[in-house]
């Protein structure tokens, strides 16, 4: 299926994609509770730093990730690794709210913000043919990590302190990333694409669109505020997983092991979606990306044994399987891969920044006294009118042929 380079780039994007994940909510989240102790400060006021240093990384990131249109893919993945580096073991020295701010603003803009921006760019820059199975593979990075991770820092939290973990983290990546993006990518150029030997495969030359354009095309900002809605709500669910937990009474045992279904599900439609993409493209796919999310958000409305735990975070898990990848691919195949460091730049940093408004959102809700039936309703609400636009436009998002 992939040969030499496209091998190549296919382990790049799943080495990044996995390190992404010490920027990752639920990577930081783990460590929570030992910072609070540490800085003696509440939840709120971690969670209040949280936001603010997310929404500071997502605006940066719309500058900072442009760049990769203009330099050398392996010199800007380097820059990037070394940033993570010095990001990680920043983290380990964390020792007042201020020191707090700055490194969770530093592991957000360099882990979830730029080396998943790296990755998934890349990707969708080299293939053509197979773009979606080469972005499912990449994304299972980021899946592998979800599944190891957790178990592995959980662990060692009882063996030493937090500072040293993040010490350690920060010594691997300095001594294995520049090394493995040298053997990796070092022969990659910004003309670099997939071989395709398939004799029946025509591609046809599209317009590429600058950024400036993209922005006047009122198709990107429908499509947007699907591609936006799982990033929000997931992360609002993830973060306030113990107040949804006591309110369904589900425990927090039965919570835990749902988080296997979404698990489970969300590799699995992660891998398939590749396939479908490729076969039927992610434009026709888009329309069904958020349908389970939506039935999602009826299930936690109507549903309060136990059983609904599974189905709540499964079907988001679905969701979220398909939203790793078109969130890459759809643009790729409307927009062309000339500037797409450039708009995906934006469209990552959008997430970033929705995954700080889920938080605050949240939480905000929770405090005025709304219960979780109530922001489901709210949920379920943006998700359905977000549908209505896409599929209205839904046979208007073929790119502009040259």
Known sequence: MFKSLSLK???FGFIFTFFSSFGQSFFLGLFNSSIRETLSITHGQFGSIYASAT???SFLLIWVGKKIDDINIFRFALYVT???????FFFSKISSIVFLFIAVFLMRFSGQGLMSHTATTTISRFFTKSRGKALSIGWFGLSTAEFILPVLIVYLLTLTAWQNIWLSISV??????????????????FD????????????????NWTRVEVLKDYRFYIVCLNMLAMPWIATGVFVYQSYITESKEWGEFVIAQSFMAYSVLSVITLLGSGFLIDKFTSRKLLIFMNIPLLISM???????????????LGLIGISNGLANVLGSSTWAEIYGVKYIGSIKALTTALMVFSTAFGTALFGLLIDKGFTIEQIAVI?????????IALFAVRNRLNPEYI
């Open 55 to 57: 929404l500071l990384s």
């Open 379 to 387: 949920s379920f609400v943006y998700i359905f009118l977000s549908l």
């Open 298 to 312: 009826l299930v936690l409305f109507y549903l309060d044994i136990s059983i609904s735990a599974f189905i709540f």
């Open 172 to 189: 691997l990546i300095l001594f294995f990333l520049p090394f493995i993006s040298f053997a990796l990518i070092k022969n990659l150029n």
């Open 192 to 207: 670099s694409r997939e071989d395709v030997n398939d004799q029946n495969f025509v591609e046809k030359e599209i317009k």
């Open 9 to 11: 780039v296919i382990i």
């Open 82 to 88: 070394l940033l993570l580096a010095f990001s990680c």
